[in-house]
Every structure is written in structure tokens, then in C-alpha cells.
């Protein structure tokens, strides 16, 4: 060891002016307790020199083998492991290399020398023992305040101290005096707040010594030795440190050699040019001017030469050595460290513009170069297998020592992670190639420590969280474009926007258009720099490594890539190799670690956020990698069971997603997969029909279900909590809104499920505990909504759901609670007033799909008609709507009448047409009043004037504008209707006193002018033609007086002006196999046969168009497989009709289509036949065929010659015209034999008759009604008007309207159109007597004024209602 200076005999110790109480005990001789003291004061100076200081390195990162678990790796093992690895690496060593740090230590104190060559000291060393472990480090202290007291300094003693150490690591005699001074110093700071006040207050001229501004001659030996004690100080002192400005003269001595270097190529290409244009003008300047600036050229050529060589000359002063270089790295990362000072942030900023990433990336690139490294240089040779070289190279070649990477890389990787947390400063970063030193970090995974490779991923996981927030990857260039333009547009009208990208440009960026600029140049950055392929497949690489520390953090910085424009490249290599990375991801979900099973799932979820990575996933067999773990009977409670299902629910997701965030911290995967499950099944649009299937052909639907309701035991609802609880409620309803879940899964548990929520989530509906959020809200009453609909959808479309959770509710007695659910509320003030309403619409729904309704009435538009009788039919029925309309009619009526909801109306109105579904509800809800509460759907009178908007083959007559007005908001209200209120007026036609209750109400007007209006939206109008199909197939041919001018449903159905025919024909020709098609196609064909029992009337306009066309296209289908049974059956009923027309008029056509074959073919089914043979009360199909073809035969007998005289069209016309004009014909005459009536009695009827006509003539005459008013075809049929029930017969001159030219019900007398008769005259009551049993006895009875055969054909009883 060096002597001491002869001026400082204490040996850097402070003066020991007064002796202190134990040095008396050592003797009361001056001399022997001087000699006995230095003696000491000699050993613990020789002590200490062989130990190291830490120098508070500590309070910089990591600087120990401790890694995140909290385990610490032994050295001896660590070594050992370090063998290995290199020795699998191909690297091959000596049993030298891993020679304990004691044998080290042993002999380096075995040299007695105090050389400098080490550059760095032992407090240096990364993994070293003695500067990491707590312990050791706190027992050599308490040795140190055991040998140097200073407990009782002055503040004289204790600043003289601090200055006298200070001055010992400026001088550094000794490289281990230096290190001792130095802690010593920190160990007075520790004890003394006076101390730290001196270092304060000299902080300025130490930072002004150690750090000189201006480089032009080197820098002092003592300003590069004082750096290690800034260094060390740094941690503690940055706050003032900082704000001194230190940074910016480190960062200039760090890259002063490369501005040299810099300086020297840029001359070097700029004199040749220079020199070149001396010589051009060699002739034109004097001679010794010329010299004189040739030789100024060379001076400053040879005095950058100089300094270059200088600066590489290691004796000389403008020479940075290696450790000076790692101090000042050392003193950057203390100040940028957050737990330092609270300046971190300017500090980064400072660092990155003051080019302070030049050297920190040059440092971090030297890993894998030919970086010679003193204290490595001369460790064990290996040999290079890498490039088949046999040449001897050390460790130190690689920047890596025995055990992993050097000091200043370390130190560097901890700078880069500080920086990288500023994401202003993301883009400097990128283009210093920051990423780069790192990856080559990463790719030497083999042979170094976990801990050095967990460090290198933490600073690229920070990297890629930036890159992530400033990648914009779901925008494309015009999006993000536009999004800026929208930014910029808020920052400017609104003061309190606040920007979420505010952090992302440096401070000095302040003008919204450079901001952008800085943005797009990121987003570039990120594109060509940092997202590439060969980053990525070192990332995937460390998958296979098995250390859980480092499969962790690749699969962090891979979660972050994946979310930025590094998606595809991160999707091919890990779907690479067969599948063989996701493999291995896989294998870790299960993990025991709670971070790695989160880490695992997110990146797994991240990359199915596209088609492509769920297509590649399910290509490379994931889900047979799944199934294992959600399989088995145990399964469902278990967290694997969860984890796995939320890959599969994430592999289901439709389209382009959302990002998924990586927060190890987050909630757990159980609440993760209700968030996503209820995110994906509630997205507006297709996207949840999508999963759904999707969730089908993975075939995992059935796990999900049993996750949410838990088959296994269904008391577990209990033990969910409430929001589990709202929430499996409402994806239970989404997922069964698709048929093939209803269908295939099982319903049971789910049934079980939804009812125990109706129940326990009324009873906080009825307490008002609805939640305290918005949020909360909305799913709580989305809960009892979607409990009440997921029944009605299984009801609905599960075989036999009807039964199944009708009983389910009767088990479970919930009807109250329904019925409470349907109670809407009144005041509209109530906050919950909307949410309420959805649930009766809810509750409405849910009725309705439980009302039993007959099959034949249930599903026309099936494939096969029903096995039961109509009778069997009915009473399967009547037992469940009885009960329902006992406690649900009345409640489902009030919210018909006067709810506010157009949804739940139509619910409520499809309910109430689904309890009319038999004779005897119907009239039970009639007696409650269900027909004036069905008709207060429609507009009031007055009905649609002429010319409404939308009627087809009307013109506009109105003028009046508040007319029109009014008509305009009626054809408005009429558009609104839904369908379901024209399915309740088809109900209510069941029964005689409905039919009469539909027409004395003037529903079927409105149902006639609905049937001709166009809403413009074609599916909106086929389905609400054909439930009016509905209504006309079953009130067709009813007669009632009390309807107005027109008593014949029959007037208003075929009227001229509208031709309904036509339309009725259309709907059954269209085409489409929806089944809101079917079911119009069929309610249009049962209408127009129905309406074929008019024969006269309807059988030729439907001929006319093309209902027989339609009629065998409908029954040759039938052999081909396109025409289902219950279609069937009214296509040969009016085919039947048509065949019956009098005369064989229309058989031709049969013949022309060609309906033999087809006929026989269904008559001769020995199918038809047997599966209905047990169905009594309906006509098999096959007979119908048969009197169809009997019709055919007949005719062609009749014709003669094999031939018959069929009428075409105009000449069908004609013949109705002439039979309606004959005042006696032969079907009357066969239908009064058939009723029983004596021959004489129709002679005599028949002569009175055409008296009571000439009588009412002349009558006519004398009252001085003229024939000419009435007009031309009235006077065309003869003096009396022939009352058939027509709207002629009526004096209705233009149709108008349905209920056109009513009587003025509020003039005091009015006159019929009729008569002309006043209302007070006694023949005008005999004429209404007259009509009124002309109706009651129908089209068989011609009106008359009185006679004995009258009176003999009523007592016959002839009423149509017997």
C-alpha cells in the first residue's frame, strides 16, 4: 500500500483533538497509546481495503441475484448454472472461470500493489456477493461505527471530514482508498444531517470540477476521479442536483468523442473540396495567400488528427477511461429515477436532447461485439462455435462476464427503462435503435442469468406499451386524419376537453400542426423500426425457455407488439412451427402463477381481436388444446374450466375488436368472462348470431351454459353474487335467442335459472333497490327483462317449451310476480319510468309465448298438418289459456289501451290474440271488453277520405287542406299499427259474435284500407297482409245489418275500387321461403278460398287474375316437395269452388294447367290418407282432389264429343252480369228445395215478388223519384232497384271510402239514399224491417213488402244463424 501525504499524519481520519474516554483504557503513556491507536487505525485501514463499498449503488435498480419471487440465488449455484449454460451455448471454459469470488478476492489480496488497472472496483461488479444482500451490507457498517465513532462530532469535525474524503476520492492515491473514502462519506451522511447540508452547499463547484463545460485540452485527472463520488452522491442529492443543470455537460462528455469523430469525416470530405477549388484558383491569388490558406487547411487537418489520437491515447487527459464513462452513466440514471427526484421527467427530456442516447445505445450494441474489457480479458478462452472458428476469444469479447452481463450494460438497460417511460420520448428512442441493443440482449438468452434477461424485457415491455398508445393500429391513414381534424376542432370550442394524447410530444412541441407531424412521424417509426419480424421471433424464442421470470415478460412485450401494427407478424410466429409456441402458451394457462395464467389469456384473447388470428388459431388446433382443460365432470367450478372458456368465448368474437389491455392486477377470469360474454352477446347488429354459431361449431355452447347456471346443483345461484347473477340473466337471454340453442341445448337448468332470478329480482323491484350507478341500473332491469324473454324464447321454439315452462312457472309460482310485471307504471316523473315499461313489454312477451295456441293455428305455415282433432286440439289448450286469462287478460288489456310503448303494445296485443286462440276464450275475453279495446287501436271516425296517401287506384279529390291533414295523420296511425294488432282482429273473427263486434266496429274498414296502403318497407308490408289475410279468410261471408250501408263483409273485401283479389293473388305468388312469407302465402290462399264460396262474385275475379294459375302451381308443388300440407288444403278448396262454377264455366282452365295428373297423384297418396286417419272432423286431402276431378269429368261430359264450351273471361263477365239482373234463377229455386219449402210455395213467393217490384215501382213514381237521378245503370236494371246486398242495391253511387256517404248522424232527419224517404216515416221503418230479414234470412230471400209467403218461408226457420 502507497504511503500517506506527510501533511495528513491522522490518514485521512479527522483530527483527534481530545482523547476519548476508551483510549485512556488502553494506558496513561502518551507514546504507547499513540502507537496503539495508529496500530488499530493501520488495521482497519488494511481491513477495509480488501472489502468493497457499495457506494449506494442500490438505490439505482437491481444490483442483486434477486429476482421477482423473491428468491436469491446462491452463488456457488448460480455459478454452476452459469457453467452449464455457457457449455450448451457451445462455449467452452476452464475449471478457472467459475472460481469462487473468495479465491478471487484471496488473490488479489495477495498482490500487494494498489494498481489501477481494474477499472472497475468491486462495488462495480453486477452480481457480486458482498454489494447486494441487505445483511452483509448492514454488518459491515455497524463494523465501520464500531471502529470510527463519530457520534459526538462537531459540525466543524463532521464538515472538515466530508471535505477531507472528498478531497481523498478527488486525488485517488488509491483506487481502494478512493472506494473506502467514498463510503465513508455516505456513511456520514447516514448519521449526520450536518453533512448533507455540506455537500449541498458545495453541490455547485463539485458539479462545476467534476463536470467542466469546455472540453478543448481534456479534462483534469481530478475531474474524472471526482465523478465516482458524484455518482455515488447522486441518488441523495438529485433534487439539487437537477436543478443545476448537470445533464447537459455529462451527456457532452459522452459523446464528445463521437462529435469529434464526427467533426474529423466531415472535414475530411470537405477539404478534399476545399483543396480542389485552392488549386482552381492557384493562378489567380497571390502566391504566399495561396500558401496562406493551404496551410490553414492543414493546421486544421493536423490539429483534428491530434485530438483524435490524444483522445485515444490512455495517458493522456482528454482520454475518458471505462469506469469515468460508467460513473457518468450512473449519475444519469440517479437523476432520472423517480424515487430520486422528483425532476425525473425533465431530466429524461434532457438526456434524450442533449443526445444522450448516442452513448447508451453504442454501450447496450457492444453485447455480441469485439468489446475488449479489462477486467474480462484475461478470464477463461472459449471457443466460437457460432462461426465455426476455432480462434480463442474471452467472454469480454461477447460484453459479457462470468456472470452476465458487464456493469455498464446493466446500467445502460436501467437507463433505457427510465427513459422509455416518457412517451413523448418514444420516437427519439426508435430512430437511436435503442431496441436493437436490446434484442441482442434477448438473443443471447443462453448464456446469460435470468435476471440480466428479465431487465432487457422489461425496458422493451415499456417500449411496446408506448408504441401501443401511439400506434393507432385500429385507424387507418384518412381515419386517423380525420380523427386529428376532430381533436383539434374540440381543443378549440371546448375548454374543458381534455386530450388524451397530451403526453405524447416532447414540451418544446406546443403548435397543434407540429404535434401532428410528430405523431405521424411516430406511427412511421413504429412501422419501419420497431415492429419487425426478426425482434419478434427472438421474443417468441425465450417462449421455450423454462424460467417462468422470462416466459412472463415475452409473453408481456408479445401482448404489446400484437397490439400494434406487429399483429401479423406476431400471428405467424406464434401459429409457427405447427403450432408449437401457442402450444407452449397454452401449456402455461394453467399455471400456478396468477400473473402468467392472466399474461397467457391476454395474449391469447389479444391476437382472436381479428378473423385472421381466430382462423389461424382454430387452423393450428386450439381448441383441441383447450378442450382437456374445460372437459371432465369437475370442471365447471374450476379456475382452468374458466380460463380456458375465455379463449373460447374470445376464438367466437366477430369482426375487428377492441384491444385487449394486460393488467396483471386486474379482476379475476371468472368476472372477465361474464364481462365478455355480456360485451359479445349485446353488440347491435349480426355479431352475436355470428358468436353464437360460432360458440356451436367449436362445440362448446353447452359449457358455457353450464358455467353460467351450473347443471350440476342450481342452488348455487344463491351463492353468486348480484351482479353474476343480472348478468348470466341477460346472456342466457341472448343466447337463446338463437333457435339452434333452443333446440339443441339443454333447457332445463336454464329454465330453472331465469326463474329463480324473476323471483329474487322482484323483490328488489318491489323495494325500489334497483342500484346505485347507471350502470348497475341498466343491468339489473335488463336481468328481469331478459329472465322474462330467454323464457319466452325457449317457450317458443324448444319442442314442447310451452309445457315445460308453464309448468316450470307453476312449480316455481311466479305468476304474481308476472303479473305485478305487467302492471306498468302511470306517472312518468319516476326515474325508472322507461325500464319499467320494458319489463311489462318483457312480461307481455313472456305470456304470450306461453298461451297454448292449437297447432293448426299455432304454426299454419308448417310442413304437416296436425295429427289431433280440432276437438283433442282445443282442449290441450283450454286448461293453461283459462289460467292465464284468469290472473294476465286484464292487465295485458290495460297496457293494450293505454301503455305508451309501441313494443309492448304489440306484445300485449299478440298475448291477448294468442289467448283468443278458441271459441271459448274468445268469448270469455269478449265479455271483458277485449273488442272495444282491439278497436281503440284503430282511427277513429271519420274512415280514410278518398285519394288517402298510399291507397292505390284512387285519385286525389280533396281540396279542403285540414281534411287532407286529417286524413294524412289517420293513414299515419293506420302505417303504425304493428301486425300483431290485425292478428288479434283474425282471433276475435272466431266466433259469430267477434265477427260481428269487428264489423259493427269498423275494424274490418280499417283492415281493408291497411290491406292497400304501402308503408314503403316490403317486409313490414307482407307481414301485416298477410295477418289481414288472416282476417279476411275468416270473417269472408258474414253478414250483419248494424255494419252501415254494406252488410256483406263480402261488399268491402271485393270491392271494385280496391281490388283486393288481385293483391290476395300477389301475396301467393311471390316468392321466398321466409317464414313470414309462409305464413302470409297461406293466409292469402285460405282468404281466396274462403272467399270463393261467393260465387258469383269472387270465383271470377279471381280467374279473372290468375288465381287459378296460382291455385295449381300451389298443388303441383306439392308432388315436388314445395308445397307444405296445410297450403295444400285451401288450394284445392278453391280450386274445388272454381270447379263448381255453374255451367262448367271455368273447368277449361284446369285443363289448360294441367291439373289431372297433379290431382290424381294427391288423391291416390295412400300417405295423405293413413297419417290423418284418425282426424274425424277434417276432410281428408285426397277427397277434395277426388270432387275436383269429379267436376272436370262431369264437364267433359256434359260438352260432348270430348269437348266443352268453356267461357273466357269477358264472356264469364258477361254471364255474372246477366245472372245478376235475372230476378229468378235456378240455384235459388234448388236451394229453397234443398231447405225443405213446398214447390208452391216458392211459385207463390216467387209470383208476389215480381208484384211487390211492379208495386214498388209505381210507388216510386208517385213519390216523384226520378229514375234519371239515381243514375244510367240504374235505370238500365228497370224501374225497381234489385236489392242482392250490393252497394248499387244500396244507392251507394261511389265507393269513396268504406263507410263513403254515411247518413248526417247529427242532422234531426235525414234521408236514406234509398227511398228518399224522411226518417219519420212510417215506410221508412217497414223498409228497414224489410232489409233486416232479408239479411237474417240471406242471399235466398228477395226483398218484398209483406205476404203469406214470407211468413211461410220464415217459419220454416231459414235463418243463417240455424
Known sequence: MAAQPPHDPNFGLPPEEVPHDWEFNIGDDTFKRVVTVGRSNLDFLARMEGETATGGDDQNGKTSLELRDGGEIDEEEARKERAKRLKAAGIKISDEDILSDDDESKKEDSDDSD???????????????????????EDENNMLDNDWDTSEWTMQEIESACQTLVRECELKSSKKRQELSIRMLIRLLDRHQEAVAYIEKVSESLLNKAFPGILVDGIAPEALNLSHCLAALAPRFADSFSLLGPIARVCKILTNEMDLAAQLLQWRYKVRRLKRELYAIKDDIAPDRWIRKKMTLNMKSDDLNKKWRQMHDATHSSSVPPDVT??????????????????????????VKKHGLLPICLCLKEVG????????????????????????????????NNMGLIYPHQVACKLVLQISQERCLLYPLLRARIHEGLSKILAHQPILPAEDICMALDAMDMIGSNALKSSNVAMSEEDYVAYEQEKRSRLFHDENYVDSDADDCPSDVEDEGEKAIYRRETRKAIINLLVLPSIVSKLTLLLEVPHAQIFLGSVMVLHKFASTQAYNHVLIEIISLAGRPLEKIVENLPSGDDKICLACLNLLKQLSTRQAGRDGMVTSKIADMLMPLISGQDATPSKVFTLALNVFVALAQDGVTENVGLDLNGPPPKQVLYDDLLRIFTTPGSSPTVSIEHLLDLKVMNFVINFLVRPENTALYFNLTNQHKQMGAIILHRIFLHKECCRTMPVGPAMQYLAYNI????????????GHTTKEKLIFFGSIQGSCRGLAQIAKYSPDGDMLVMRKIGDMNIYKEIEELLSFPSVRMDDSYVPKIECSDAAARLVGSIARVPVSERNPEADKESTLSLKDDVDNCLKTLNRLIEQMAKPLMAIVHGCPSKSAVANATSALANLCSTNATCDALLDMGLAKIAASLFPDKPSILEGAKGMKNIEDEIYDVQARDKRDNEVAVLLDLDASAFTLVASLCRTPAGKHAVQTTGMLRRCVERFHLDSGVKGVDLVVRGEISGVFAKIANTHTIESGNAGSTNDYILNPNYNTVRILIELVREGGNTLFYRRSRYWATAALAELCHDTMRAVPLIVKFGGV?????VIKGFKEGRTPEPLLRPALTGMFRIAKYPLGGYVGKLFEEGMQQPLVAIAS????????????????????AKDILFCMSEAKLHSGNGGFGGMGEDDSVGEVKRMEETKWDKDRVDMWKEMGVNEDVVVAVQGQEEEEEEDYGEELEEEGVDEGEEGGEEKKAGDAIPLDGTYASMGVSTMGSLAAELPNESAECAQTRVSKLDAEDPRFRNELRRRKEYYEMGSSYRLHRGGEARKSVTEKGTKSSD
Request: net charge negative; aromatic share 8%; glycine share 6%.
Open 115 to 137: 494498481d489501477d488497472s481494474s477499472v472497475y472496483s468491486a462495488s462495480e461488479a453486477p452480481n457480486g456477493p458482498g454489494g447486494a444482500a441487505n445483511e452483509e451490507e
Open 759 to 770: 323471483q329474487h329480482m322482484f323483490t328488489f323491484f318491489m323495494e325500489g333497490h334497483f
Open 1165 to 1184: 297418396n295412400v300417405r295423405l290418407r293413413m297419417d290423418y286417419a284418425d282426424v274425424l272432423d277434417r276432410t281428408p286431402l285426397g277427397d277434395f
Open 369 to 400: 461485439e469485439d468489446y475488449m474489457d479489462p477486467v474480462t480479458l484475461d478470464s477463461a478462452s472459449v471457443v466460437s462455435n457460432r462461426t465455426g472458428s476455432t480462434a480463442t476469444v474471452s467472454l469480454g469479447a461477447l460484453g459479457i
Open 326 to 351: 460508467l460513473s457518468h452513466l450512473k449519475f444519469l440514471l440517479a437523476l432520472c429515477t423517480p424515487s430520486n427526484t422528483k425532476h425525473a421527467s425533465e431530466n429524461r427530456d434532457e438526456v
Open 1109 to 1113: 294459375v296460382e291455385f295449381s302451381r
